[in-house]
């Protein structure tokens, strides 16, 4: 094993020479910095840029705290970039009376800061939804409820970026293109009409931007997203997801409610291209997987 | 209006100040290498994140030299560890460097390559990289200059403009390099770099050694890659993180042991029904294999490992 031959001695003393000179300039430099950043310099602000997502969504309607209507679970940090799980509970008991009919998500820093629109109707009683979604960078990640006497109610939580190589994006595209429109429900073990049922909805789609241009193909790489997965159980709807390209990959939809009856799940989606994909699936009768 | 002029007096100085700055910055200090076989030299990165402090110098790089051409394999978390990296070719040779293989999409080894065009190389990727760069590399310079500051400064992307779909070869006099381009694993495009020669594979990113693996590619297909690899008629293996391992076969074998025991743990979860937030705080508490930056990755690969074996 032979180390890197070592400098010359003149290579050595011009080396020396031009790191004297560099620290040299590096405190000339930073003398002028101390002097240019007296005056107040401009910082990025997230609270402004709230407030603009804030008007165009709701206008100047008064949006009051989630306490007692919803609660926002998400991590304190976003582990992947790509999959950042979050969970909004329902914390009073929904009813045809007063019940949440549609639920904003927001993550304020994303280039499409609403992830997903969930409308609701009163007649499912439901106390948890959690789904996953892409977080790019430092945000505030928002759940606005409203319900059907239409107050607004929010819910706000700041989740830190992810580090190292994590990225907001595919980790396999073409896999994910390969696989595309295939749906899997995981049903609890035991199901029973009267009892909470906890049920995840999977959907394979690369839920793509379109906003990176590939260098080489001299092109952007089109969107390609869901616009809207409709979820009916036993007959009548469950929920309804306007979706973004703030969902992660393979979007997933978790839902905690109490049925009626048994009843089978049908599942219809469209992504933005126009492509439809339907599915029914038949509720495991007292168990199932 | 003097503290107009004031400013634009202060920002002129500040401009030629700074333009005299990089010209002396030219004059980088080159990377340290040493030579692990003839002709295969290999710079170690530091086992630790990227940061101002480690000047995001993490990733482990090198080059080979032939009789008539150099090429070389990654370039660095940014321009100024991509010139380092050419200043120590210089120390070594003045052959011309013919290629620039990026081992895969990661920041690290990819953001150096600007300090590279001078020479004219052909820039070698996988047949997937250039959609990989689509998609990620402005997050990563907008990362890196973040993470970086001043150091990130001049980090440019540039695109392979050679790319592998299976196999190639490189002929740099005297000795052929053998390019591999895997299957989804480590990430969904990363390529290996045989010098016969020698029998060195650099493995990159396929290898992770002391350093827990990430998994930003496929869990099953890493797990296959390990197992391929096995069998790989290879003197030494150069991974992408940590030093050159003496038994390359026990490092591989200990990677496919973490990667089998997330997977394993993952899955018990999944059968459990539980959620990602259940399995990262469950298989987030133990590190029995010792890995560095194990608080910083293990929730990542646990989610990524998730939401990939769910399907199955």
Redesign the interface.
Known sequence: ?????V?ESAQVR??WE?SR??LL??V??LG??S??LA?PAAEPDQQAHWREIRSALFGDRQIQDADGVIALET?YRA??AA?V?I?IKATFAQTPERYIKNLHLVIDMNPAPVAGVFHFTGDRRWSSL?T?VRI?SYSHVRAIAETNDGELYMAANFVKA??????????????AEANLG?M?V?W??HVEAGEPL?LQL?I?HPN?SGL??????RRY?PPDYLLEIEMDYAGGPLLRLDGNISI?E?PSI?LTFVPDRLGELAVRARDSTGRTFSERFAAPAGHGG | MPVQCR?AN??S??AA??A??SA??Q?V??L?????APGV?FHAGAQE??SASNHGRIANLGFIVGTERVAVIDTGGSLEEGQALRA?VR??TDLPIAYVILTHV???HILGAAAFEQDRPAFVGHA?L??A????G???LARARDTLGPIAEGSR?V??NRTVADRIELDLGGRVLELRAHP?AH??SDLTVFDRRTGTLWLSDLLFVERIP?L???LLGWLNVCDALMAFPAQRVVPGHGPVPADWRAALARQRRYLDGLAQGVRRVIRA?G???QA?AELGRENPGGWLLFD??Q??N???AF?EL??E
């Open positions: 094993m032979r180390i890197q031959t400098p011009w080396a031009v000179l560099r300039l590096l000339v430099l002028i910095a002097v240019a005056e991590p582990l992947d999959v799980p969970e959690g996953r790019d992810s580090g190292g190589c994590s990225a907001p994006s595919s980790k396999d595209p073409a896999a295939r899997k995981r609890p073990e906890a999977l394979r793509s990176q241009f590939d260098q080489i193909a790489i992660s393979d978790r | 400013r202060l920002a100085l500040f100040v700074a005299l700055w002396l910055a004059a200090d080159p340290p290498v040493s030579e692990i030299f994140d990227a120590a120390g070594v990661h920041p690290d997937h250039p959609d760069m689509a998609r990620r402005e997050g990563y992307l695109a392979p989804t990430t969904d990430a930003d590619g496929s029904r959620t990602i937030e990262v910083a990755y929730g990542r646990v989610t990524a939401v769910e399907w």
